[in-house]
């Protein structure tokens, strides 16, 4: 019989709504109830794409012996992390101070005040590796419980202690200058991996955040160095088995330090961030891999993760069933055995496509199989060869069992989609994905915006989901508004975004400057989330620092300006020490450092010459700078939809550009040359 999860919408939720737990969704009633019988709550926090939590699921959650445990001694709370950041953050900040590590599963005990005393991640069914069972887990819960209620409740209320003593105070750290800046690169440079890119060693994940900074510090430096970490890093991540050599799109992270073997579920998060990166690099660098990765990691989007409702799912799945087993298993859709090559190849393109793709007869992988990959001595394949091989395996492999897709529609991705699909249309000259972003766009403001333009979470079906929006979700949306407008010339996606910026400055931001992740009238958690470090996206407080400087920029709003500002404190701060982890604050840095610049395009809508002069202002690489394109606007403020239009006025009524930073603007050009050498880097 389904369990209280059936009426939710999240598909992770559902994944458990059959389970003999009773479980609750996160709600007052839940610990009104564990109140009443004078028991512990269990809260297990996860998300549907997470290979572990299935684990745990199968092993604990649908075995009827431990369910009846739970039931008897416990409220068990499910969450999904996707939709509840806010629940998610405070417990796991409980869970790293107290652990030392953090992930998901994510296993929580606290009182029915929500207040932690027992905390870890996965648990399993038997003792091991040094990990008790969950079953152990449990009893050693309830015995404390029941036989130590006053050393549980110290426990509870020193670790609510601590964690509110945890707030942080950036806003008057100072804004972040050039020294901080190559203090970070260097950081960077430290923990960068020569052998095989990217930084650190296994799990290695892909640096979306710290790539663009190191593309825009090159932008505005010239610093060779911090182009050659991005572009080789980008070339290791586009060969490794990290990326879909067939699909597109990219895993959630390499499980080795060479990006051989993925952790195989795929986050749109990951993708769009990733896409707009190999954009960026072939902008700066013209490097067809880059041209290539990046279309066909846009294409993935649109293929396998839009919905009938023209958002974006949140993920595929890292398990599918295995087709000769009938289990579910990681990477069972992607890995090829040399024989199963050759069965839907043929014997000679088979053959050519083991060495081309890195395919062994040991296998990469596991069982024998291999992780498509494209090894640097691979064989030389004639371009129209290759796009036959590669057609008819992915036509065999859309026979298999396909891996889940996770199709609720989060706001603050779709935002981040919006910016890379509407930037990758407008380079590569692909209206289709442009329409595409707007589709997306269009749907967060006919159902996550409301009335008063505040954000909901999360939809799915079309129908809106219960969850504000947070901190991320307004600084992600805004900036993909933003550069939907620089791209389109539309201004209504201007004004939406100052929507959004307008309600981070009243409902976000501490007098002092600094952001919460959670709005002033969100529902009160034993700690108000505050997390400032970039990890798998950009954070809200960098993404909102972001959107405010941009759209102070279009705008001239000293307000905004300085509310970026503040907010960059933590970059100031955080980035000369922990470079890797404030990656989209850098970025934002390098933006404020350069001005950023903005552009004024004007011309007659039919002049193909202005088409011409806007897509060479889109292609200009320096840093965050911001866009305006339509017809010249009247100095009585008639005319057009762009504040940075107002009084610019045709050369020899040919369309014009006009470039300005720091209250200076540089001469109006009609040529697309001189408008790309005044976009080009700042050498010092």
Same mark, same amino acid.
């Given at each position: ?49 997470c290979h572990w939590c299935h684990v745990l699921a199968g092993e604990s959650f649908e075995d009827e012996l431990t369910a009846a445990y739970m039931n008897e001694n416990f409220v068990n709370i499910k969450v999904d992390r996707e939709e509840r950041p806010d629940v998610d953050a405070v417990y796991m900040e409980a869970v790293q ?63 609510? #202690? ?27 440079? #430290?923990? $960068? ?49 990290? $990326? ?178 509407a930037e990758c249309g407008a380079y590569f000259e692909r209206p289709d994905l442009v329409e595409r972003a707007t589709e997306a766009a269009d749907l967060l403001v006919r159902v996550h915006m409301d009335g008063r333009a505040r954000l909901s979470r999360t939809s799915r079906d079309g129908q809106v989901g219960t969850n504000d ?188 550009? $006009? ?26």
């Amino acid at each position: 019989m389904p369990n209280r999860l059936a009426n939710e919408t999240s598909p992770y939720l559902l994944q458990h709504a059959d389970n003999p737990v009773d479980w609750w969704p996160w709600s007052p009633e839940a610990f009104a109830q564990a109140r009443e019988r004078g028991v512990p709550v269990h809260l297990s926090v996860g998300y549907s794409s997470c290979h572990w939590c299935h684990v745990l699921a199968g092993e604990s959650f649908e075995d009827e012996l431990t369910a009846a445990y739970m039931n008897e001694n416990f409220v068990n709370i499910k969450v999904d992390r996707e939709e509840r950041p806010d629940v998610d953050a405070v417990y796991m900040e409980a869970v790293q101070a107290a652990t030392g590590q953090g992930g998901w599963p994510m296993t929580v005990f606290m009182t029915a005040d929500a207040e932690p005393f027992y905390f870890g991640t996965y648990f399993p069914p038997e003792p091991r590796q040094g990990m008790p069972s969950f079953m152990q887990v449990l009893e050693g819960v309830r015995t404390a419980w029941v036989g130590r209620p006053e050393e549980v409740a110290e426990v509870a209320q020193r670790i609510v #202690r601590d964690l509110a003593g945890r707030e942080l105070d950036y806003g008057k750290a100072g804004t972040p200058g050039p020294e901080e800046l190559a203090k970070a690169l260097l950081g960077l440079t #430290r923990e $960068y991996d020569a052998a095989h890119g990217g930084f650190g060693g296994a799990p290695k994940f892909p640096p979306s955040m710290a790539l663009e900074f190191l593309l825009r510090h090159h932008a505005r430096t010239g610093s060779e160095g911090a182009l050659q970490m991005a572009a080789d890093t980008c070339e290791a991540m586009a060969r490794g088995g990290i $990326y879909d050599q067939l699909g597109g799109g990219f895993a959630r992270y390499s499980v080795d330090r060479e990006w051989v073997v993925p952790h195989f579920e795929k986050m749109l998060y990951d993708n769009a961030l990733l896409c707009r990166v190999y954009a960026h690099l072939w902008r700066a660098t013209g490097s067809d891999l880059a041209r290539r990765v990046a279309l066909e990691t846009a294409d993935f989007m649109v293929r396998e993760l839009r919905t009938d409702q023209g958002g974006f799912a949140s993920a595929l799945d890292a398990d599918s069933e295995d087709p000769l087993t009938g289990e579910h298993v990681e990477g069972a859709y992607y890995a090829w055995t040399p024989a199963q090559l050759r069965e839907v190849l043929g014997e000679a393109d088979g053959d050519l496509a083991v060495g081309y793709f890195g395919v062994t007869e040991e296998g990469t992988f596991e069982h024998g199989t291999s992780v498509l990959q494209l090894p640097q001595d691979g064989p030389a394949v004639e371009a129209g060869r290759l796009a036959s091989i590669k057609e008819r395996l992915l036509a065999a492999r859309g026979r298999r069992p396909a891996p889940g897709r996770d199709d609720k529609i989060v706001a603050a991705w779709n935002g981040l989609a919006i910016a890379a699909l509407a930037e990758c249309g407008a380079y590569f000259e692909r209206p289709d994905l442009v329409e595409r972003a707007t589709e997306a766009a269009d749907l967060l403001v006919r159902v996550h915006m409301d009335g008063r333009a505040r954000l909901s979470r999360t939809s799915r079906d079309g129908q809106v989901g219960t969850n504000d929006g947070v901190l991320e979700d307004y600084g992600d949306v805004a900036e993909g508004f933003l550069a939907l407008a620089s791209v389109t010339g539309e201004g209504v996606w201007l004004e939406f975004a100052g929507f959004l910026v307008d309600l981070v400055l009243d409902r976000f931001t501490a007098e002092d400057g600094s952001l919460y992740d959670t709005a002033h009238d969100a529902e009160k958690l034993i700690r108000r989330p505050q997390d400032p470090t970039d990890t798998a996206a950009p954070s809200g407080w960098t993404a909102a620092a972001g959107a405010l400087l941009s759209y102070a920029a279009h705008t001239g709003s000293q307000a905004h300006r300085t509310a970026a500002e503040r907010a960059l404190g933590v970059v100031h701060a955080l980035g000369p020490r922990v470079p890797r982890y404030i990656g989209h604050g850098l970025s934002v840095a390098e933006a404020l450092l350069d001005g950023p610049r903005e552009v004024a395009v004007v011309g007659h809508p039919e002049d193909p010459a202005l088409a011409l002069l806007h897509r060479t202002a889109l292609l200009g690489t320096a840093p965050g700078a911001v866009v305006a394109a339509g017809l010249a606007r009247a100095a009585d403020g008639g005319g057009a939809e762009f504040p940075l239009l107002a009084e610019r006025t045709l050369v020899d009524d040919l369309p014009t550009a $006009y470039v300005c930073r720091h209250f200076v603007c540089a001469r109006p050009t009609t040529d697309p040359a001189e408008l790309a050498e005044q976009l080009g880097a700042v050498r010092p």
